[in-house]
C-alpha cells in the first residue's frame, strides 16, 4: 500500500506566503518609524551638544560667538581671517574638536594673512602648493556632529567643501541679516555677522529666545526643503510664500539657487544663506534671497525630513520641536529694521527676537 506523504498543497502554500507578505506589510512602516526616531532623536542630540558648546565659549569669553566675522581684529577665540568665518569655527574646542581648530589657527597664524577663503575650488583662491593641501585637508571635512542623520548630502558637491544642517538664529527681519553692526545694523536675533552678544542682551530669556535649528543641507533646486528662491525684492514673507508653485506647493517657481550652491554645504561660510535662517515663514516653508546668488539678505526658515516640524534649541540649552503649524502672525507685514519691539510674526517671529518683549514661550 502506498504512503502518501504529507505536505503544503499550492493553496496552503500560497496562504502562507500571504500571511507572511501582510505581516512584513504591518513590521516594515514600524521598523521605519523606530530608525526615523533614532534619528530624529541624534539630531536633537547634536543640536543640544552644539548649543552647549556655544555656553561653553561664552563661559571663556563672556560672549557667544558671532554669526561669522569678518576683518583682522579677529573673534575671540579665532585668528585673523579673509573671509566671513563661520560661528562653527569659534566653537570647536568645546564640542570635541580640538585638533581641528588648532590646525585651522596653526595656518591663520603661519600665513600672517588669515585663514584663505573655504571654498572647494582649489584654484585661484590660495597663495601656495601648502595652503592647497591644507585646504584639500581641513576645509573639506565633514564633522559629523554638523550633519542630521536624517538628511542625504547634495547630490553636486562642487563648491560644498563641508556640510552642515545646524543653523543659527538670525531673527525675524529680513532687512539686515546679512550686515554688520559697523554697517549701522544691528539683527533682530541672537547671531549677527561680527557681533558677539553678552548673555545680557537676550532681554525676551534665553528659555524663550531661539539660538539653534536644522536646515536641509541640499536637495535639488527648486525642492521647498534645501531649494531658495532668488531675488525676492519685497521685505514681507508672503512675497515669499507667492514664489511657491500654485500646482505643486512643494515646489519653487521663478529664480532659483544654482544646484552646485546648497545652503548646507559650507560649514564654515559665516554668511545667513549658509548657517543662518530666520523666524519669518513657518519652519519647512519656502526659503526666499535678496539677490541672485548667496551674499545678501536671507529669508529661509528651518526645514527637515522629521515628520510635522522641525527641531530647534533655546538660549538655554533646552531642545524642543516645532510643528510646521505654529503661529506666525501677519505674513503681510514688512520685516522691521529697528532692532526692538514686538514681532510681526506670531509666536514664531517672538521666538526669534533677542529683545522684542513680547510674552511667547516655546510651549505655546
Known amino acids: 500500500m502506498r504512503v502518501r506523504k504529507q505536505g503544503f498543497t499550492l493553496v496552503e502554500l500560497l496562504v502562507v506566503i500571504a500571511i507572511i507578505g501582510i505581516l512584513v506589510g504591518l513590521l516594515l512602516p514600524a521598523v521605519q518609524a523606530a530608525r526615523e526616531a533614532a534619528r530624529r532623536m541624534q539630531c536633537s542630540n547634536n543640536l543640544k551638544q552644539l548649543t552647549l558648546a556655544m555656553h561653553n565659549y561664552e563661559s571663556a569669553y563672556k560672549r557667544f560667538p558671532a554669526l561669522g566675522y569678518v576683518g583682522t581684529d579677529g573673534q575671540p577665540g579665532i585668528g585673523r581671517g579673509n573671509w566671513p568665518y563661520s560661528y562653527t569655527m569659534a566653537i570647536l574646542p568645546y564640542f570635541e574638536q580640538g585638533n581641528l581648530y588648532n590646525a585651522h589657527q596653526a595656518l591663520a597664524k603661519a600665513s600672517g594673512r588669515g585663514l584663505p577663503s573655504p571654498w572647494s575650488n582649489l584654484s585661484g583662491h590660495f597663495v601656495d602648493n601648502d595652503e592647497r593641501a591644507w585646504a584639500a585637508q581641513y576645509w573639506q571635512t565633514d564633522i559629523s556632529s554638523l550633519i542630521c542623520p536624517s538628511d542625504s548630502p547634495p547630490p553636486n558637491r562642487d563648491e560644498s567643501p563641508s556640510l552642515i544642517n545646524y543653523k543659527v538664529c538670525v531673527g525675524d527681519d529680513y532687512h539686515q541679516n546679512h550686515f554688520r553692526p559697523n554697517q549701522g545694523r544691528d539683527n533682530r536675533g541672537m547671531f549677527q555677522v561680527d557681533r558677539w552678544l553678552q548673555i545680557g542682551a537676550l532681554a525676551d530669556g534665553t528659555s524663550n529666545t531661539i539660538a539653534m535649528s536644522e536646515r536641509v543641507a541640499g536637495g535639488d533646486a527648486r525642492d521647498v526643503a534645501g531649494g531658495v528662491a532668488l531675488n525676492v525684492r519685497e521685505w514681507n514673507p508672503a512675497a515669499c510664500l507667492a514664489r511657491l508653485d500654485p500646482n505643486n506647493p512643494r515646489r519653487l517657481i521663478g529664480d532659483v539657487r544654482a544646484q552646485f550652491r546648497p545652503t548646507g554645504g559650507r560649514a564654515w ?61 501677519n505674513q503681510l507685514a514688512d520685516s522691521l529694521a529697528n532692532p526692538g519691539g514686538p514681532s510681526d510674526y506670531g509666536v514664531w517671529g517672538a521666538l526669534g527676537s533677542k529683545n522684542g518683549g513680547e510674552t511667547a514661550s516655546i510651549d505655546q
Open 269 to 329: 561660510d559665516g554668511r545667513p544663506y549658509f548657517v543662518g535662517f530666520a523666524t519669518m515663514v513657518a519652519p519647512n516653508g519656502p526659503s526666499c534671497h535678496w539677490g541672485g546668488v548667496d551674499g545678501n539678505e536671507d529669508m529661509s526658515p528651518p526645514s527637515s525630513y522629521h515628520t510635522g516640524g522641525v527641531q530647534v534649541s533655546m538660549g538655554d540649552g533646552s531642545v524642543h520641536f516645532v510643528s510646521n503649524n505654529i503661529d506666525t502672525g
